[in-house]
């Protein structure tokens, strides 16, 4: 048996040159892993710490803007101690400068609420007939005063007629029935046929947002309206004459006209009244207003006051890079104070 002799093909010889070069790409590879690694872990570390920081300054601001509510809490209390009547010369009504604190500020401002005209007075069927044949008699002392307002924005020209469509408008929105007011109502089937279909609250106004959604109600009017209007948690509530702005009290005419005051009139009436306001509506009425008001004028003093039980704080903090902002409904009653409504953002 012849034997068979065994051969292995030998392996093809690799330069010594070749094995560093391959070492060497294996060496970068693993440092340029790395290298991605330390960033993306470095990345997610520095997010994680900024988003650790944003939620630590936004605390900080909110507790300041809270801070804020409870200064304005006691100085409406101790306003209460002292006298019973509220006007703009008070301490509550000052407006401060921001207050430094480390790594930025804070403020806030108190206005009186009832300063403002309270959308939710509206509510209420106009007179179908009137034995004065006033046109101004058919809708009561609020609604009047509103359709007033609604004519005294120069940047937005609102026609009596106009205005009087918008306070129908306006009744349908709060009445609860289905039956459009005068000419210019509107109830569900009005709203549901808009591009984008939508049901009328057939309530109180819950926010003055809301009113941007009435017929007639253009997005500039509203814009020019927002200064000077509110929803309150109930209807009722008096508008203050010492705290009124000259916009508001051009709304306070002859209960048988729906014009306004003259912007004049209007000034001279805020002028008269001052900082310190009337202790009694009936002097503000004989000092400020009758003044300006044509001989013979007939005039209500219903819905009117001289004390406030709703206030509104508008608070900012600014810290570091977070901004903070609070609106905050205080509610005086019986000497106490408690927020009834906030937003924070």
Same mark, same amino acid.
């Given at each position: ?7 292995r093909t !030998?392996?093809p010889?690799?330069? !010594?040159?070749?094995?560093k070069?391959a070492?060497l790409?294996m ?8 290298a991605?690694?330390a960033v993306s872990f ?25 801070g804020?509510?409870?200064l304005?809490v ?6 209460a101690e002292d006298?019973?009547?509220?006007h703009?010369g008070?301490?509550?009504a &000052?407006?401060?400068p ?6 930025g500020?804070f403020?806030?401002r108190?206005e009186d609420a009832?300063g ?8 209420g069927a106009?007179?179908?007939?009137t034995?004065?044949?006033s046109?101004?008699?058919?809708f009561g002392y609020?609604q009047r ?9 120069e ?6 007629? &106009?205005?009087?469509?918008?306070m129908e ?11 459009p007011?005068?000419?210019g109502?509107?109830?569900?089937q009005y709203? &549901?046929?808009?591009e984008?279909?939508y049901h !009328? ?5 819950s926010s003055v947002?809301?009113l ?7 997005p500039e ?8 209007v509110?929803v309150l948690?109930?209807?009722g509530t008096n508008l203050?004459?010492?705290t ?10 002859d209960?048988n006209?729906l014009a306004?005051l003259?912007?004049?009139d209007?000034?001279?009436?805020a ?6 306001g009337?202790?009694e509506?009936a002097d503000?009425?004989n000092s400020?207003l009758a003044p300006?008001?044509?001989?013979g004028a007939?005039f209500?003093n ?8 709703y206030f509104?704080l508008?608070? &900012?903090a ?9 609106t905050?409904?205080?509610w005086?009653?019986n000497?106490e104070v ?5 937003r924070?953002?």
């Open positions: 048996m012849t034997a068979r002799r065994l051969y !030998p392996l010889s690799v330069p !010594p040159g070749s094995q070069g070492v790409v060496a970068l590879l693993i440092v340029a892993l790395v991605s690694l470095s990345s997610a570390f520095q997010l994680s710490l900024a988003r650790g920081e944003n939620r630590w300054h936004g605390a900080q601001a909110t507790a300041y803007l809270l804020s509510e409870s304005a006691k100085a409406l209390r101790l306003d006298n019973k009547f509220d703009l008070e301490g509550w &000052e407006e401060y921001p207050f430094p604190v480390d790594g500020w403020k806030g108190v009832q403002r005209f309270n959308l939710n007075n509206l509510a106009p007179q179908q007939n034995d004065s044949g046109r101004a008699q058919a609020d005063r509103f359709i007033r307002l609604l004519q005294t924005f940047q937005v020209p609102v026609e009596q007629s &106009e205005a009087i469509a918008i408008a306006v009744i349908d929105w709060l009445d609860t029935d289905d039956q007011t005068g000419f109502g509107a109830e569900a709203y &549901e046929q808009q984008t279909p !009328p609250a057939n309530g109180w106004f947002s809301e941007r959604l009435v017929r007639h109600v253009t009017l509203y814009m020019a309206l927002l200064p000077y509110v948690p109930k209807d203050n004459v010492n009124a702005a000259v916009q508001i009290l051009r709304c306070l005419n209960n006209s306004p003259s912007s004049q209007a000034e001279r009436v002028q008269a009244r001052g900082e310190g009337y202790e509506v503000f009425y400020a300006v008001l044509p001989q007939s209500v219903d819905g009117l006051s001289i004390a406030s039980d509104l508008t608070a &900012e600014q810290l570091v890079r977070q901004r903070r902002r609070l905050s409904l205080l005086r009653n000497g408690k927020p009834v409504r906030r924070d953002y």
